[in-house]
């Protein structure tokens, strides 16, 4: 499968940007789907995590309450819903997937294999 971010932009602090990741080429519900970020100078970091076929959510402490992570498998493609955005925010968000990633590990950059390229979101305070 191949993934293809889209959706970042310039936005201003509390707004809101919905995030896209469209898959090809393979059966996006054999995939857990996560999002990361990495900010200038910064590592990547975890962002947002849905098992294979919906059900359980995990989001990083500092999006919690303000994201949401979802999937449309019908249609092969995620999504990363953004509300209240903060400057802290900005960063160049990666959509990816694994079709083995275990519990354990879901948080982990290192437990997925296929990444899209990333879309740049800048949040102004």
């Known amino acids: 499968v191949q993934l293809q971010a889209s959706g970042g932009g310039l936005v201003q602090a509390g707004d809101s940007l919905r995030l896209t990741c469209t898959a090809s080429?393979?059966?996006?519900?054999?995939?857990?789907l996560a999002w990361f970020r990495q900010a200038p100078g910064k590592e990547r970091e975890f962002v947002a995590a849905?098992?294979?076929?919906?059900?359980?959510?995990y989001y990083a402490d500092s999006v919690k309450g303000r994201f949401t992570i979802s999937r449309d498998n019908a249609k092969g493609t995620g999504y990363l819903q953004m509300n209240s955005l903060k400057p802290d925010d900005t960063a160049t968000y990666y959509c990816t997937v694994s079709q083995s990633v275990i519990l354990s590990s879901i948080r982990s950059a290192r437990a997925y294999n296929i990444w899209g390229q990333g879309t740049l979101v800048t949040v102004s305070s």
């Open positions: 080429g393979g059966s996006f519900s054999a995939y857990a």
């Open positions: 849905l098992r294979q076929r919906g059900g359980a959510t």
